[in-house]
């Protein structure tokens, strides 16, 4: 019986093929989330954090855009302001190798980092 469930198994994994993302299986996908919290006290803390993704997935077009923004603030100074955003662009990911253009976007407050980006090819 063993046996019989590790070929079963093992054809089935066979015809299974892989997702560049979760979007493969749906032509566009949205999420958006947004956290906070306010604590008071012997320290005061405002902390809020947002993010948004964007997935497209067309028959050989496929677009990725995900941007994620964090906010603390702590008796009344600005900690942090953190802003990031990527982007991903890709033509014919159906097939085995395919090419891509990213492209990425940071400004980060607590880091330090005014302007930051990167953009490539693959």
Known sequence: ???????LGLLFARSGFGQINEADTT?????VAA???LLS????????SARAEVAENGPRWGLFSATSYVYK????????????SRSILYYGQRHRVYPFLEGAVA???QR???????????
């Open 107 to 109: 400004k980060s407050l």
């Open 73 to 84: 603030r702590r008796d009344n100074e600005l900690v942090t302001s953190d802003v990031t």
């Open 112 to 122: 330090g980092i005014d302007f930051r980006y990167q953009v490539g090819l693959g």
């Open 1 to 7: 019986m063993r046996l019989l469930w590790l070929f």
């Open 35 to 37: 956290t906070g919290i």
């Open 41 to 48: 006290g012997n320290v005061n803390d405002f902390i809020t």
């Open 27 to 31: 032509r566009w996908q949205y999420r």
